[in-house]
């Protein structure tokens, strides 16, 4: 069978400064000014709106920025005058950035498969802050940005309710966009359904709604309400398939988000699809946030009692999960290196940090899990091929959501009222069912095992790799040999694979 296109994620810009002191003069390598993200304006060309990043070098000077939400991937590194900034990391390290590892930063990762704050894999390179401000002249760095920190409302359940229908559909419907530039990637969820049932009413139906299907074992309940919604709204729904390249997409999808997501991969089809067919300036509408901010869908009331109460060591002992097959991938010195003690500590200052916000387990989570693991989709990814649009993250819309204190959420009924409240008429279509019946996984989970064997066996070997490879090896091989275990092939070889991609990262920095 062949393999399909490789996406087209173009080479990431970079900019490298170094300044020497004996000349009194800065060399600049690279690009020299980029806007990453941003919106179309009138006439064809980029503008900074919404989510975007930017930064421009005139000779003397560099100015960088982003947007208030800092969901536009920026990344810095600064050592002994010498100033790196990007997008991607891979093209950071090409480029020379220091390659150390952040242990603490990596001993969350790899059991929350997220990065903390401004963390990355290496301890020199940072994310840019929410509204970041960077500055460089002369060898003599500064970064500022603070995340914005609204104060609890005093509306009731009933009139956020009716708040947010209305912001909603304002950001929703905010500029014209032609609707046959228009996409809805569409699950079976809310964020997505909710934008599209205004794009609809607005009379800014989109071209089409589009739908990955789940790879096996995952139920396809989330295709079958998809396609539900879709033909409700008599909006066309386009259906792509699993992708029959897994582990390819994997290496893509760890390199096109800078290391910072387990998950994604299923993005890879989507880039693909709409650099092939979705025309010239597409634009995508987004749902990230919706769930964080509205939904509740990781709260509970112990949880949000945990955090008001400032249990933070309990949290973060219940947050992190099982360490699973970490300690037979990295070994006994891994697991010194890199150890849940270590992982808990990095938590619980973070978790300090959301604790005067009126929805402290929903600042958490937006401004770690959403901002840093999230966002790579839509903003790492997609705005490779297409104009992002998300309308969760409208700033008057943000200021009522993360203003709404976290008792009127714990209940998760809070979106789904919203929804049937502005779209009555449609109240009645049912959502995914988290609880369906999985599918048979063993001939996706067998391929998929043979691609990671055979890709880890041709990697040259660093001298003191993240990843026991024998220990991996064997176990892929038997789990994707052995019918009942091969859904085990998907959590081993995502780490193993990230592992061994980094492993390979860090071999070409210094």
Avoid at 25 to 52: D, H, K, N, S, Y
Avoid at 236 to 247: D, G
């Amino acid at each position: 069978m062949s393999q399909p296109a490789a996406p087209p994620f173009d080479a990431a810009p970079v900019l490298r400064l170094a300044w020497d002191a004996r000349t009194g003069a800065a060399q600049a390598t690279g690009t020299a000014a980029c806007l990453l993200g941003g919106q179309w304006g009138p006439a064809g060309e980029r503008v900074a709106r919404g989510t975007f990043a930017e930064w421009r070098w005139d000779g003397v000077r560099l100015e960088a920025r982003t947007d208030p939400f800092g969901f536009q991937p920026l990344f810095w590194a600064e050592r002994d005058g010498t100033l790196w900034l990007s997008p991607s990391i891979p093209a950071m390290v090409a480029a020379g950035a220091p390659t150390a590892l952040d242990d603490a930063a990596l001993a969350v990762f790899l059991r929350l498969g997220t990065f903390l704050d401004a963390d990355t894999p290496f301890r020199a390179i940072r994310a840019a802050p929410p509204g970041a401000r960077i500055s460089w002249t002369a060898g003599r760095l500064t970064v500022d940005g603070t995340r914005p920190r609204p104060a609890a409302h005093a509306l009731s359940r009933d009139a956020a309710i009716d708040a947010y229908v209305e912001l909603f559909r304002a950001a929703t419907l905010a500029d014209a966009v032609a609707s046959e530039r228009t996409t809805v990637p569409l699950t079976g969820g809310r964020d997505s359904r909710h934008i599209l049932l205004e794009l609809v009413a607005g009379g800014r139906a989109p071209a089409r709604a589009l739908t990955v299907c789940p790879a096996p074992p995952k139920s396809d309940d989330d295709l079958r309400i998809a396609a539900l919604v879709a033909g409700a709204l008599g909006v066309p729904h386009v259906v792509l398939p699993t992708t029959v390249a897994r582990h390819a997409d994997e290496l893509t999808k760890n390199h096109a988000t800078s290391f910072g997501a387990f998950e994604h991969y299923w993005e890879v089809p989507i880039v693909r699809w709409l650099a092939e067919h979705a025309g010239p300036r597409p634009v995508v509408f987004d749902g990230i946030g919706g769930d964080t901010l509205s939904e509740a869908k990781y709260m509970s009331p112990q949880r949000l009692a945990l955090l008001r109460e400032g249990a933070l060591e309990r949290y973060a002992a219940e947050e992190l999960p099982t360490d699973g097959y970490l300690p037979a991938l990295v070994g006994a010195a891994g697991m010194r290196r890199f150890p849940r003690a270590l992982a808990h500590e990095r938590l619980v200052a973070e978790l300090a940090t959301h604790l005067d916000a009126p929805n402290p387990v929903g600042s958490y989570r937006f401004w770690n899990r959403t901002r840093r693991t999230v966002a790579l989709a839509p903003f790492g990814m997609l705005t490779a091929v297409a104009e992002v649009r998300a309308p969760f993250l409208d700033p008057a819309l943000f200021d009522l959501l993360a203003a709404t204190p976290g008792e009127l959420l714990v209940d998760r009924r809070f979106h789904t009222t919203t929804i049937a409240r502005a779209h009555p008429a449609h109240a009645g279509l049912p959502y995914e069912m988290p609880d369906s019946p999985r599918r048979d996984a063993t001939a996706f989970m067998r391929r998929w095992g043979r691609e990671a064997l055979a890709w880890t066996a041709r990697q040259p070997r660093p001298p003191r790799g993240l990843l026991r490879r024998p220990a991996y090896l064997a176990r892929v091989g038997l789990f994707g040999a052995l019918p009942g275990l091969s859904d085990r092939v998907a959590p081993l070889a995502t780490l193993g694979t990230y592992l061994a991609q980094l492993d390979g990262l860090v071999g070409t920095g210094e």
